[in-house]
């Protein structure tokens, strides 16, 4: 292990499912998903309660995906951005299955694959579930405003992806191959408006991308696809900008899941989309079915998290960024 | 804690997409007008039409009007999207406050009526109270002791 880079041998995707409401239905990824549902509540009597709907709906789906049953997997990962991770925890009720909860703000997802590779790569689990999910209703009323308040978003706003995305990870030889990783730092600049969560995570994000290529020794266009999780289109920019004048230049395979995942003029989202399922989903519809059919070969998936809570942000602290990078190769 | 690094949040500044100042205040300037003028309208129609004599009662009467139309508004999901467009022009007024109120009954409601719906009802509001009431103090004592100069 040279820095926080380091290789993962013998390590597949094994398989990918993802749930998404109506408005990331709508988006250009649609038809990536899986399950698409029209109604955000589900039938349930809080949008909490629906978020675990579509977290249990994710981990079902991949398990009759893979035909496995509970006792076939050895444990499962997950997260979510809810008080305490509620989300997941409550969600895991449901399944016979070991759980060990994880909390990276939306980078949750990278901080649940990386720990799963290194779990199976030491020999003693053969097959995990990471997932992760998130819901729109339950992040604005966690961090911001009532729903029905009339209040103006403001140009900086993302909007918080409503899905869940579930990936079972496992030693048994697959297409898809979970190669490298890169651990990210808390990096704070001081950014403390709650609304620009892209400049909160643009610096964490620019430098885990900038010590995974330093560090891997490999360049920018060996990727088909870097994607960042949700810096949003402004962010992405920024963070275009910080690892330039670092002197390293990402060309067009660079993209963000937060800007990938609508369409940012018709469906006013401010930036793009946020939140702890934006990467999952994007990575289980989107990116692994482009991987299982060729068109992408090598990914670099660089999830972000903005790392504040209504009270720390309430107090006056800055929001430190995090970002992990997770390399999945499509075995020749 | 590292200092804030001044050179990117000055990046920040200059970069990223900042909020239309002139197209918002100009929204705000003719819903929070428009809102005026249903609240004047109510007024004259409880005063010519309904022939309400008491002049407090007219404007109790426009008030409580106004208020039960955005509680209405909000619990149809209407109320926000009026507010995402009117910003200013819809919170200002009377009805902001009411918006404002509902909404956060509505979102709580499932934590239960007391510990949920009561105790965070005015989660928004509250300040908005507190400052209402503590100015109004504030303002009655000095007419208390200035009272004479008044007469």
């Known amino acids: 292990m040279r820095g926080s880079t380091f290789g993962i041998d013998g390590v597949f995707v094994e398989n990918t499912a993802s749930v998404v409401g109506p408005k990331e239905s709508e988006g250009p990824l649609g038809k990536y998903f899986d399950k698409t549902v029209k109604d955000d509540l589900l039938g ?79 020999g003693k689990f053969s097959r995990i579930i990471s997932s992760t999910s998130s819901h729109f209703s339950t992040a604005e009323r966690q961090y911001r405003f009532p729903l029905e308040l009339g209040n103006q978003r403001t140009p900086l706003s993302q909007w918080t992806v409503t ?113 702890a399922a934006c990467s999952s989903s994007v990575f289980s519809g989107y990116i692994y079915k482009k991987m299982l059919s060729g068109a992408l070969k090598r990914v670099l998936l660089v999830p972000t998290g903005a790392l504040c809570s209504k009270t720390s942000t309430l107090q006056g602290e800055s929001i430190p960024g995090i970002a992990h990078a997770v390399a999945f190769e499509v075995n020749e | 804690m590292n200092a804030p690094d001044k050179e990117y949040l000055a990046l920040i500044r200059e970069r990223m997409p900042k909020s239309r100042h002139f197209a918002t205040m100009f929204r705000a300037f003719w819903t929070g007008g428009l809102i005026c003028c249903i609240g004047e309208a109510l007024t004259l129609f409880y005063s010519e039409v309904a022939k309400v004599s008491v002049e407090d009662d007219v404007s109790s009467l426009t008030t409580i009007t106004l208020i039960l139309i955005t509680a209405i508004l909000t619990g149809f999901g209407i109320y926000d999207k009026i507010g995402a467009y009117a910003g200013a022009g819809s919170i200002v007024p009377i009805t902001g406050f009411a918006n404002s109120v509902v909404s956060s009954a509505i979102e709580h409601k499932r934590e239960g009526v007391v510990l949920g719906l009561c105790s965070n009802m005015f989660q928004v509001a509250g300040p908005v109270i507190v400052f209402g009431i503590s100015s109004s103090i504030l303002v009655g004592i000095i007419v208390l002791i200035f009272k004479g100069a008044f007469i």
């Open chain 1, 44 to 122: 349930q009597k809080s949008h909490e309660l629906a978020e675990i709907r579509f977290h249990i709906s994710a981990i079902r789906y991949l398990l009759n995906k893979t035909s496995h049953t509970e006792n076939d997997v050895d444990l499962c990962i997950s997260g979510d951005l809810l008080d305490e991770i509620t989300g997941a925890s409550l969600t895991l009720r449901e399944f016979d299955i070991p759980f060990m909860g994880a909390y990276n703000a939306c980078a949750t997802f990278a901080e649940s694959v990386i720990t799963a590779s290194v779990f199976i790569s030491s």
């Open chain 1, 163 to 275: 899905a869940a995305g579930a990936v079972m990870l496992s030693d048994v030889p697959s297409k898809v191959a979970v190669k490298r990783a890169t651990l990210g730092k808390v990096i704070d600049l001081g950014v403390t408006d709650a609304n620009d969560m892209g400049a909160c995570m643009a610096p964490a994000a620019a430098d885990t991308i900038f010590r995974h290529f330093a560090e891997s020794g490999l360049s920018p266009d060996y990727y088909d696809l870097i994607a960042t999780g949700d810096l949003g289109v402004a962010g992405s920019e920024l963070m275009k900008l910080l690892i330039k004048k670092r002197g390293l230049e990402l060309g067009l395979n660079y993209n963000d899941c937060g800007a990938m995942i609508f369409n940012r003029v018709s469906q006013d989202v401010g930036q793009g989309g946020s939140g």
